[in-house]
């Protein structure tokens, strides 16, 4: 591994460390206040601004992907070395477990004060969907499920490719990380009912291990009907097919 690609993951770690600190902070402040310190459009504002600043944080190094489905969207669509993948994608989940690891130390008292001690991943006092997207009750796994992450993160991948072509309306470099928060906003703001808008294999199943790890138990995997899974498949798949309808009805037409 060159010293090049070490530097880039240390950027995607602190980069989704940023985006999931503030992220799983955002939902701890509303579930553990019981809603009186923020609702779900703050939820919604507070990812959004945690994507912006970590965008910031790491887009100079790395790119800022903080997403295995955007690196693997850009190897499959944009030249991004296939060597560099797997790296990016641990740098990634790294940085969400760590991220959860964080806001769950800051709020530890809170915590305690809310579940008594006791982790639980569902019901009145649980808390594992502070770190972690689970479904509703009436979405079923496939295809409800599945879907869902697909359409999100493929909505999330085609503005990415419309925010970052040069030959398109795209924004100043400097105020790109912006815009692309207000996507995140946008995707919560409108599909985040059915199961909290992960689109994102690494800000689920990195803190979703945290879980698992600090006291709420494999729970965490079993729960929705085995859900876990679908936070990583979905968003795969779909970053994959966002990228590439934009480049058939945008990019391609142009050429041609």
Do not use: C
């Not at 090049?4 to 701890?28: D, H, P, Y």
């Amino acid at each position: 591994m060159t010293r090049e690609t070490v530097r880039e993951m240390l950027s995607e770690f602190l980069g989704t460390l940023i985006l999931i600190v503030f992220g799983t902070a955002v939902v701890a402040q509303v579930v553990l206040s019981g809603q009186a310190n923020g609702s779900y459009l703050s939820i919604n504002l507070g990812w959004g601004i945690a994507v912006t600043m970590g965008v910031y944080v790491a887009g100079g190094v790395s790119g800022a992907h903080l997403n295995p489905a955007v690196t693997v969207a850009l190897a499959v669509l944009r030249g991004f070395p296939w060597s560099k993948v797997i790296p990016y994608s641990i740098a990634q989940l790294a940085g969400a477990f760590t991220g959860a690891l964080v806001t769950f130390i800051t709020y530890r008292e809170a915590f305690d004060r809310f579940d008594s001690g006791v982790r639980q991943v569902v019901g009145a006092q649980g808390t594992a969907g502070i770190f972690a997207t689970y479904p509703q009750p009436f979405l079923s796994t496939f295809p409800g499920g599945l879907i869902d992450q697909i359409v999100g993160t493929a909505l999330l991948l085609l503005l990415i490719f419309a925010i970052s072509d040069a030959k398109n309306l795209a924004p100043e470099p400097k105020l790109a990380p912006v815009v692309v928060g207000l996507v995140v906003v946008l995707i919560g703001m409108t599909f985040g009912y059915n199961a909290g808008y992960a689109i994102n294999p690494a800000r689920d199943l990195g803190p979703r291990l945290f879980t698992a790890a600090a006291g709420w138990g494999s729970e965490v995997f079993r729960a929705g009907n085995g859900w876990w899974w679908v936070p990583i498949a979905g968003p795969l798949i779909g970053g994959v097919l966002g990228g590439l309808t934009y480049d058939l009805f945008v990019t391609n037409r142009r050429r041609s």
